[in-house]
């Protein structure tokens, strides 16, 4: 059975706003989501995202107690789906879910993985513009996505 892909609200914002939204359904086909973060992310979604409830709402509101709404559900999802991969770019979240075993990447891993499936030129660009729409980045993070980028 393929990975399902489920994203948190970051990820949306952060494609939506240097216009790469499109990358996530030429790498994936289709992305879930939950009810929370949709409304985070506060935009229609386009009919290849769709939107999953959690079915173990103690798992969310034990995860809420550490990380925001959207995050607790897109991981409480992640538990609930095994063969699942979760992109979520802020720290703690991601803490919390390598804590639990969970299979992560964030919006930078989203675009490499473009860049080597030849969705993308480059990654550098597009670095420059996440930067400009919000995202931190180390410069040691920066680094090793160009090098694994192949750039």
Do not use: H
């Not at 990975?3 to 790498?27: E, G, H, P, R, V």
């Amino acid at each position: 059975m393929p990975d399902i892909i489920i994203a948190d609200t970051s990820c949306f914002i952060l494609l939506t706003n240097i216009d790469k939204l499109d990358i996530l359904q030429k790498l994936y086909g289709e992305v879930c989501t939950t009810a929370e973060v949709a409304a985070e992310y506060g935009e229609a979604f386009p009919e290849w995202v769709k939107i999953k409830a959690v079915n173990n709402k103690a798992a969310q509101i034990i995860l809420e107690m550490q990380v925001d709404k959207g995050e607790a559900s897109a991981i409480a999802l992640a538990i609930e789906n095994v063969n699942s991969t979760i992109i979520l770019d802020d720290y703690k979240a991601r803490k919390v879910a390598e804590k639990l075993q969970l299979k992560i990447t964030g919006t930078i891993g989203i675009i490499i993985k473009a860049k080597i499936a030849g969705i993308i030129p480059s990654i550098k660009p597009l670095i420059q513009k996440l930067y400009n729409a919000g995202l931190r980045l180390s410069a040691e993070i920066e680094d090793n996505a160009i090098k694994e980028a192949g750039e």
